[in-house]
């Protein structure tokens, strides 16, 4: 009998031996898990003559169960026991909901060093893209118990293509908020081993982490970079594709894969074709409402409002800014005002004298963005094509031609 997360056989002894998986424990489990191990050490701490008190209700203790998903059983064990080590004290020791969030904070630590991170909820709204926002909206009660039990198909994932700067992080961190979900970022550059197989077994351990978690959003950020196989002679890229390209296909727990990537030509054929995810979508360079939207989402964080025709007046001399290069125009603003003893106060003037100051990446590498939105064409777009206006603000047309 061979015990071990990564162990690999010889191909001659793979068929005489019976290969059997543990999975993950699951809520049930770990919740007979957690009742089972604190009645233990609350069993000791009466024979140490120490208060032992677990002020914990029914749910409350699910929650903590839930917290735990994606530990092993020996984990969730070693948490518990350091935690009331840690917080012992000469009066004894109360097990009560502040165990939850540091539970949360235990796993986040260990997660980490298998190479995925418990993602943060977006704080800030992404703007725009409102074909990719519908079509979300449309499957977010998928992952609800209602859909399982009519046993609707669980989706799978969308690839997020598009010039560098267009929001794509941002929209992977809000789809989280949209669908409802926990947010796993996987790091497969941290994954990489310098062992045989090492890197494989990491890849496959992680996958299985997000499962016992699921339903939940996992986040590949920049997917190219891991997976295009570039100056990769020992076949270890082609062997975590594999693995990925296998999990999409076979998993029905519900982990939704959201991959993002700037450079789709860099993409392996087997993962860019129709069926491997839900939907390819490309996120452009947004359009002049989006812009008016984006740079309106990015002035209110700092406390500032301005009325919409001077909005539309800046859009309008925008055209191939991307929406990071937006962001960076409503802080340099703000920083000017601030700066000129006008805190909160951005005019038009601010943001015409910033913009003059930023060059576009689509300007600075127009080749590599036109080859990206070649690409537009096999994918669906995430926004909607622009419709001119009928009629425009008459103060929003005196400063249309600034540039």
């Not at 019976?18 to 489990?29: D, M, R």
């Not at 069993?43 to 409350?60: G, M, P, V, Y």
């Not at 494989?200 to 996992?218: D, F, Q, S, Y």
């Not at 943001?351 to 690409?375: K, Y």
Request: aromatic share 6%.
């Amino acid at each position: 009998m061979l015990l071990g997360q990564n162990i690999q056989l010889h191909e001659s002894l793979v068929r005489l031996i019976l290969y059997c998986e543990i999975p993950l424990p699951g809520v049930e489990q770990i919740l007979e898990h957690i009742n089972s191990y604190l009645h233990d050490l609350q069993q000791s701490a009466i024979e140490q003559e120490l208060t032992f008190t677990i002020s914990l209700n029914k749910s409350e203790i699910e929650s903590l169960s839930r917290a735990a998903l994606g530990l092993t059983l020996e984990e969730i064990s070693d948490f518990l026991r350091l935690t009331v080590k840690h917080n012992l004290t000469s009066d004894g020791i109360s097990i009560d909901s502040h165990f939850i969030p540091q539970a949360v904070e235990y796993k986040t630590r260990l997660l980490s060093q298998m190479g995925i991170e418990l993602g943060k909820p977006a704080s800030i709204s992404f703007g725009g893209l409102d074909l990719l926002r519908e079509w979300l909206n449309r499957r977010r009660r998928l992952f609800t118990q209602e859909a399982r039990e009519l046993s609707l198909p669980q989706p799978k994932g969308v690839l997020l293509a598009g010039p560098p700067g267009t929001g794509k992080t941002s929209v992977a961190k809000n789809i989280a908020n949209i669908l409802n979900l926990p947010l796993l970022q996987l790091d497969i550059a941290s994954l990489l081993g310098s062992l045989v197989g090492e890197s494989e077994g990491n890849i496959r351990r992680a996958l299985k982490t997000a499962e016992a978690i699921a339903p939940c959003v996992l986040w590949i950020d920049e997917i190219e970079k891991a997976l295009s196989g570039t100056g990769d002679t020992s076949g270890v890229s082609q062997r975590i594709l594999g693995n990925i390209l296998t999990f999409m296909s076979e998993s029905t727990s519900g982990v939704f894969v959201v991959a993002t990537c700037n450079d789709p030509s860099a993409l392996p054929s087997e993962l860019k074709r129709k069926g491997r995810f839900d939907e390819n979508f490309f996120v452009d360079l947004p359009t002049e409402p989006e812009r008016v939207q984006i740079l309106g989402i990015h002035l209110q964080r700092f406390g500032i409002h301005l009325e919409s025709e001077y909005l539309e007046a800046i859009a309008a001399s925008t055209t191939k800014f991307s929406g990071a290069e937006l962001e960076t125009l409503a802080s340099e603003a703000a920083l000017l005002a601030f700066d000129e003893g006008r805190p909160q106060q951005v005019t038009l003037a601010d943001l015409e004298t910033c913009r003059q100051t930023i060059t576009p990446l689509a300007i600075q590498d127009a080749a590599a963005v036109e080859r990206m939105q070649g690409w537009a064409s096999t994918a669906r777009r995430a926004s909607s094509p622009v419709v001119a206006a009928k009629t425009q603000s008459l103060r929003a047309a005196k400063f249309r031609d600034m540039n």
